[in-house]
T-cell receptor, first 111, second 116 residues
Framework: GDSVTQMEGPVTLSEEAFLTINCTYT??????LFWYVQYPGEGLQLLLK?????DKGSNKGFEATYRKETTSFHLEKGSVQVSDSAVYFC??????????FGSGTKLNVKP | DTGVSQDPRHKITKRGQNVTFRCDPI?????LYWYRQTLGQGPEFLTY????????KSRLLSDRFSAERPKGSFSTLEIQRTEQGDSAMYLC??????????????FGPGTRLTVL
């Protein structure tokens, strides 16, 4: 069945460090891929998306490229800020527009 | 605020009691989704509606769970005879679906249920 696997956290970085959060997926068709972010006490917010292979999603300095050959959608940011501290969820959408989410990766950024 | 709202934000109940949650989607959105999120996990799909029709239910949605969206606007999720394993965050999301294209789902803040 369809599923998403993402790296376990927490990930702790110093401000301005480079961030990578790994995400791989299993899908029987051609899903769209997403990263959602959940700040403390808030609901899930769409961070970026890619709807087909080789697409790159980007937003707020974050990027992720849809790699069909490696079934991956890794999240990257060149220089993290304390305000980026949150839980990040990788997800795919396939059939009926329902999401399959990964288990989330908590990011802590220290000043 | 025109986002998705959920009520209550927190609910504590005793095992065996019934609880009902409400979700108010973004007003023009025709699709409404319910998810459950347990600690340390990502949200899991429960069910979704297109207008007032419930189009899919997950196997996670046991007979004790029922969801309605009677007028195609707000939705309720009821859990009967609650069990401690029902303790979780219940998330609602809505989207405006047109044809076969995907449209972004907007999530509410969730209702946190604790069953004692």
């Amino acid at each position: 069945g369809d599923s998403v696997t993402q790296m376990e956290g927490p990930v702790t970085l110093s401000e301005e460090a480079f961030l990578t959060i790994n995400c791989t997926y299993t899908a029987t068709g051609y899903p769209s891929l997403f990263w959602y972010v959940q700040y403390p006490g808030e609901g899930l917010q769409l961070l970026l998306k890619a709807t087909k292979a080789d697409d790159k999603g980007s937003n707020k300095g974050f990027e992720a490229t849809y790699r069909k050959e490696t079934t991956s959608f890794h999240l990257e940011k060149g220089s993290v800020q304390v305000s980026d501290s949150a839980v990040y969820f990788c997800a795919l959408v396939y059939n009926f527009n329902k999401f399959y989410f990964g288990s989330g990766t908590k990011l802590n950024v220290k000043p | 605020d025109t986002g998705v709202s959920q009520d209550p934000r927190h609910k504590i109940t005793k095992r065996g009691q019934n609880v009902t949650f409400r979700c108010d989607p973004i007003s023009e959105h025709n699709r409404l989704y319910w998810y459950r999120q347990t600690l340390g996990q990502g949200p899991e799909f429960l069910t979704y509606f297109q207008n007032e029709a419930q189009l899919e239910k997950s196997r996670l949605l046991s007979d004790r769970f029922s969801a309605e969206r009677p007028k195609g606007s707000f939705s309720t999720l009821e859990i009967q005879r609650t069990e401690q394993g029902d303790s979780a965050m219940y998330l609602c999301a809505s989207s405006l679906a047109r044809g076969g294209t995907y449209n972004e789902q907007f999530f509410g803040p969730g209702t946190r249920l604790t069953v004692l």
